[in-house]
């Protein structure tokens, strides 16, 4: 009985809760429906092929025997400019290969060094894959011409696909 005397006196507090739980059981809903559904929607590949992903890179110096140490990357996917350190979101059609270029340049008072990888991959490695370039600068000028740095960069592509559309199943 005292619960619900204290319930019409404060109708307004009972409507604030009920809205509150009802709020409550929906987000947890729809956060349990995302976990079932984002294995799937991540591997789901739409008829088009073309999916968001996001996209970086980064580099390892794994030897450099006195070529230098002002160094430079030039990462492109697709023909798009990544900016080092940086997520880059794009469209990536996943049934065609992926075209990847690497340009590491080093840097000198009157002449730069450089070397370049270029090429395409195909991946099915959904949602996540990676993408591995070494790239080898040899010294063209100087006491220490032939010498050589060899630089890895790593691509990581990572598919990306908004909450509410795999709750929603829109995928």
């Known amino acids: 009985m005292q619960f ?23 987000f947890g809903i ?6 079932s559904n ?8 739409p008829e088009s092929g073309v999916i968001d992903m996001k996209v970086s890179y980064d580099t390892e110096l794994v030897s450099n025997n006195s ?22 979101t794009m469209p990536i059609n996943i ?16 002449y730069s060094d450089i070397g370049t990888k270029s090429d395409s991959h195909s991946s099915n490695d959904l949602p996540n894959f990676d993408i591995t370039h070494r790239v080898t600068v040899t010294e063209k000028n100087g006491r220490y011409t032939g ?4 630089w890895k960069i790593r691509y990581h592509f990572e598919r990306q696909l908004p909450y509410w559309d795999i709750v929603l199943g829109n995928y």
């Not at 010498?147 to 060899?150: E, L, T």
């Open 147 to 150: 010498n050589q740095a060899v």
């Open 67 to 88: 070529v230098g140490n002002e160094w430079s990357f030039e990462c492109k996917v697709n023909g798009k400019d990544l900016d080092k350190g940086e997520d880059c």
């Open 30 to 35: 729809s956060h349990l429906v995302y976990i």
């Open 4 to 26: 619900r005397n204290f319930l019409a006196e404060h109708k307004v507090l009972a409507v604030i809760f009920a809205i509150f739980c009802l709020i409550v059981m929906f």
């Open 95 to 110: 049934k065609q290969p992926i075209k990847i270029s690497s340009k590491v340049t080093e840097y000198d008072a009157s």
């Open 38 to 45: 984002k294995d799937d929607a991540l591997k789901h590949i």
